[in-house]
């Protein structure tokens, strides 16, 4: 029967279909991410001015708390609104999404720190 020969080649299909897929979703994975770190008190790194860090839209930022007080990350002026709750440990992830630049804050303590977020 003509339908029973074509299954092996259906089943060839399904088979480059799930390859494909498999390549696929480790690509989708790899989107670019950058860790900032929220320390006492700072962000990125304890310096007397405020730090500039530059992503591309679409980078997922990553806030870690390394510090022993409790912090947030707050934006107060930029292209988009977001913000963590306020934590003393783990991560605040955010997608940016909207290019320019986000003038962050922690609200508790006041230290500032500068996103540019390219197109
Ligand atoms: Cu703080």
Redesign the pocket.
């Known amino acids: 029967m003509r339908s029973l020969r074509r299954k092996p080649l259906r089943s060839l299909a399904l088979l480059l279909i799930a390859v494909l897929v498999g390549l696929a979703v480790p690509a989708l994975a790899a989107q670019h991410s950058r860790t900032i770190p929220v320390g006492d ?1 700072y962000f990125v790194k304890d310096v007397n001015h405020t730090p500039t860090v530059h992503v591309r839209k679409g980078t997922l930022v990553k806030w870690h708390f390394v510090g022993f ?4 990350v707050t934006v107060l002026h930029g292209p988009a609104k977001f913000h963590s709750r306020d934590k003393d440990h783990g991560f605040y992830d955010h997608t940016v999404t909207k290019p320019g630049t986000y003038l962050i804050e ?1 609200t ?2 006041g ?1 500032k720190m500068r996103l540019v977020v390219a197109k």
């Open positions: 008190f007080e409790t912090h947030n922690c508790i303590h230290f």
